[in-house]
């Protein structure tokens, strides 16, 4: 799977929009840009998943330009309850059998 | 009404002692995986299991055993424990790919994590 490289930490306030970008330089032709969320004391959860120009739910948007190369993660108005760790996979898009792979993850942190 | 559910949540115990963590999901979802979180967070595949039969085996010791009855469960065994074993340990499961090839996301589902504390 290819590397991914992600800020350590974030620090934003209630109500801002937040950016969290991601690299993946290596990333391969079939490969899909996952984001999973993980609150402390918590299991990861799916955020948002995409290939290439943007994807929006109900969650975020994930930005992704032609290239690939990178991706950025964007949650608009976060509250407290999105401090958490955001992780970056770049792989398969229907892993399937196959185990997830999570680099270090950005950790937000939203203030009051 | 927990989809993936681990038990127990917290597990303490001494060097050397054989354990298990229990690992139920009630999603029908044909594949199941454990994790390994450490201390600096990084999160690590340990055991995935398909309809019963391992499927992969990361670089793990041998003292760690998988333990899979039937599809909706899959245990994790430790013999011998150790100090770098402490952790937390999370379960997960997806579903089998169907209809399309490559037109789902084969989303994964975790459970809420046992924490290991071998003293």
């Known amino acids: 799977l290819a590397k991914t490289t992600q800020p350590i930490s974030m620090d934003s306030y209630e109500g801002q929009e937040v950016n969290i970008t991601c690299s993946h330089n290596n990333i391969a032709t079939n490969d899909y840009i996952t984001w999973y969320q993980q609150f402390p004391s918590q299991g990861p959860r799916f955020i948002i998943q995409?290939?290439?120009t943007k994807v929006t739910n109900e969650v975020a948007s994930l930005f992704i330009p032609a290239d690939r190369k990178s991706s950025t993660l964007s949650l608009p108005r976060v509250s407290l309850s999105d401090t958490a760790v955001y992780y970056c996979?770049?792989?398969?898009?229907?892993?399937?059998?196959?185990?997830?792979?999570f680099g270090s993850g950005t950790r937000l942190q939203v203030q009051p | 009404d927990t989809a993936v559910s681990q038990t127990p949540k917290y597990l303490v115990t001494q060097m050397g002692n054989d354990k298990s963590i229990k690992c139920e999901q009630n999603?029908?979802?044909?594949?199941m995986y454990w994790y390994k979180q450490d201390s600096k967070k990084f999160l690590k595949i340990m055991f995935s299991?398909?309809?019963?039969?391992?499927?992969i085996n990361e670089t793990v010791p041998n003292r760690f055993s998988p333990k899979s009855p039937d599809k909706a469960h899959l245990n994790l065994h430790i013999n011998s424990l150790e100090l770098g074993d402490s952790a937390v340990y999370f379960c997960?499961?997806?579903?089998?790919?169907?209809?399309?090839?490559?037109?789902?996301?084969?989303?994964?589902?975790f459970g809420p994590g046992t924490r290991l504390t071998v003293l």
């Open positions: 999603l029908g979802h044909d594949t």
């Open positions: 996979l770049v792989g398969d898009k229907a892993p399937g059998r196959r185990a997830l792979t």
């Open positions: 995409g290939y290439k």
């Open positions: 997960a499961s997806s579903p089998r790919q169907t209809g399309e090839y490559r037109s789902s996301y084969n989303e994964q589902f």
């Open positions: 299991y398909n309809n019963k039969e391992l499927i």
